[in-house]
């Protein structure tokens, strides 16, 4: 099993910036990618960013230029810059860590609440 666990949401005024952390723990040794999915009021959960243990990224379309996506192996924790904040950020943040092998598994946090208001 693997243990994930968020922090850093709240709220932020649009334009600005918020940086969510997700440490992993557990059994992550075989962890090939871990990314952040976001899920607002009456949407479905959607992709936000991923990055393997390569360090290769994936972003939303919505996102590319304004979120960064890191991670500190040495920590076990993956990192959410998020720049230029608009509302339509507002949602609950997911940290998600995925398991290919001997097959596809999927572990979640408990999600954290970014809220992009004035």
């Known amino acids: 099993q693997v243990q994930l666990v968020e922090s850093g949401g709240g709220l932020v005024q649009p334009g600005g910036s918020l940086r969510v952390s997700c440490a992993a723990s557990?059994?992550?040794?075989?962890?090939?990618?871990m990314g952040w999915y976001r899920q607002a009021p009456g949407k479905q959960r959607e992709l936000v960013a991923t990055?393997?243990?390569?360090?290769?990224?994936n972003y939303a379309d919505s996102v590319k230029g304004r979120f960064t996506i890191s991670r500190d192996n040495a920590k076990n924790t993956v990192y959410l810059q998020m720049n230029s904040l608009k509302p339509e950020d507002t949602a609950v943040y997911y940290c998600n860590a995925k398991k290919t092998w001997p097959r596809i598994v999927n572990y979640w946090g408990q999600g954290t609440q970014v809220t992009v208001s004035s």
């Open positions: 557990g059994s992550i040794s075989n962890i090939n990618a």
């Open positions: 990055i393997t243990t390569s360090g290769s990224t």
